[in-house]
């Protein structure tokens, strides 16, 4: 059975930072891809990163590009969200999710099959 434990969340102000993380176990971890996706009050769950089975491919949504890093550690069966100069708009529910069995990622939720309880972040301004 696929365990998607996610953490780091919280309240933070405009411009700070905040680290995600999300710890699986049940499944092969290294071989898989992995994504961050989130949801708004109102609004469709999007997609915001992924990264391949080994962590040589990176994906980001335009919105977050430059300043969210996503990273694995195969080891620790664990995928990270660094989260940097946030934004009130950033505000959402964190959802990490198990993505195709050694693919490259993607940011069409149809590919991810195992979702974690999600993990609350909130900006203010």
């Known amino acids: 059975q696929v365990q998607l434990v996610e953490s780091g969340g919280g309240l933070v102000q405009a411009g700070g930072s905040l680290r995600l993380s999300c710890a699986a176990s049940?499944?092969?971890?290294?071989?898989?891809?992995m994504g961050w996706f989130r949801q708004a009050p109102g609004k469709e769950r999007e997609f915001v990163t992924s990264i391949s089975w080994d962590g040589g491919r990176t994906s980001y949504v335009n919105s977050v590009k430059g300043r969210f890093t996503i990273s694995r550690n195969n080891a620790e069966t664990t995928v990270y969200l660094q989260m940097n100069s946030l934004k009130p708009e950033d505000t959402a529910v964190y959802y990490c999710?198990?993505?195709?069995?050694?693919?490259?990622?993607?940011?069409?939720?149809?590919?991810?099959?195992?979702w974690g309880q999600g993990t609350q972040v909130t900006v203010s301004s």
């Open positions: 049940g499944l092969p971890f290294s071989t898989y891809a």
């Open positions: 999710a198990v993505g195709q069995r050694l693919g490259l990622g993607s940011p069409a939720r149809a590919n991810y099959h195992d």
